[in-house]
């Protein structure tokens, strides 16, 4: 296991992600490459803006799922089930932002600076947003879909650890099945497509847990499930010199996790301190979707 996952496994076991649910302190196609579709702080990646649609349910039934995987016991339980992406398949020096927004109680709040700060240095990022942050925040939803700098990702329903057997993480509540994991990613899949007007691709459960049976639902319900190399805030909970210290460290391929729901953390001071650094170290970022295909 590299070393800098290893320090994220340490991060997170001392309650990274915990933070998504709670008050904050209770883990290229850049032009430089002529790859199109990505940003180096200098331009921005081309994509036409996806606002309205009808809902789009996933082709395969809650009921299809239950009978597939409902006698089925998971084998792991972690960050690291078969299937989940943990960094971008090149060796180039890019580095791909994700920021996930959680919702629900303390975890509903938009880093303004943070997102102003991308905006300025046009940087794309993925973010994964979740069903009740989106219904806290309408007007800002509307307006990161609408700008082709930011990719939209599904971060589920309820912001649950995705478990076939109601196991939890960080004392956050688990799915207690598959017919649960199927409302947790199917949940908001229907939501964004509708207001997107396309099924979002990627997904991260709440906390990024997930077992190896959840995983295979997720594929099935045709989004990848996208995990991280570098914690970069440790659920919004890092210092903004924290943040900097470990966006900084990462290296090229690697996928970062931030947040971008609690606007008094460290987040945007540190992401604000971190990308100058790494742009002059010739570094780009992407979204996932500009390497993951």
Request: hydrophobic letters at 40%; aromatic letters at 6%.
């Amino acid at each position: 296991m590299p070393s800098s996952r290893r320090a994220v496994l340490a991060a997170m076991a001392a309650g990274a992600l915990a933070g998504c649910a709670g008050p904050a302190r209770t883990r290229d196609g850049a032009s430089a490459s002529g790859r199109p579709g990505a940003g180096t702080g200098s331009g921005t990646p081309s994509r036409t803006p996806r606002i309205a649609g009808s809902a789009a349910a996933p082709a395969v039934k809650r009921a299809d799922i239950v009978a597939r995987y409902g006698r089925l016991k998971p084998r792991t339980w972690g960050f690291d089930a078969p299937g989940v992406v943990h960094t971008l398949p090149t060796t180039q020096r890019v580095i791909a932002l994700t920021f996930d927004a959680c919702g629900g109680p303390g975890g509903s709040g938009y880093d303004r600076k943070l997102i102003d700060f991308l905006r300025r240095r046009e940087i794309p990022a993925t973010l994964f947003l979740n069903s009740r942050w989106i219904d806290a925040n309408p007007a800002v939803f509307r307006r990161l879909a609408a700008e082709p700098l930011f990719e939209i990702a599904n971060h589920g329903t309820r912001h649950r650890p995705l478990s076939v057997t109601g196991r939890s993480a960080y004392g956050i509540a688990g799915t207690r099945n598959a017919g649960e994991v199927y409302d947790e990613v199917a949940g908001n899949h229907v939501k964004l497509s509708r207001l997107l007007g396309a099924p979002p691709r990627f997904f991260r459960s709440g906390t990024a847990y997930c077992d190896d049976i959840a995983a295979r639902i997720v594929t099935d319900l045709g989004e990848r499930f996208a995990g991280f190399t570098v914690n970069g805030d440790a659920g919004a909970t890092f210092t903004p010199e924290e943040v900097r210290r470990t966006v900084t460290a990462a290296r090229g391929g690697s996928i970062v996790i931030c947040h971008m729901n609690r606007p008094t953390g460290g987040t945007a001071r540190g992401i604000a301190a971190a990308v100058p650094h790494l742009l002059a170290s010739g570094y780009h970022f992407v979204r996932l979707s500009d390497e993951l295909h």
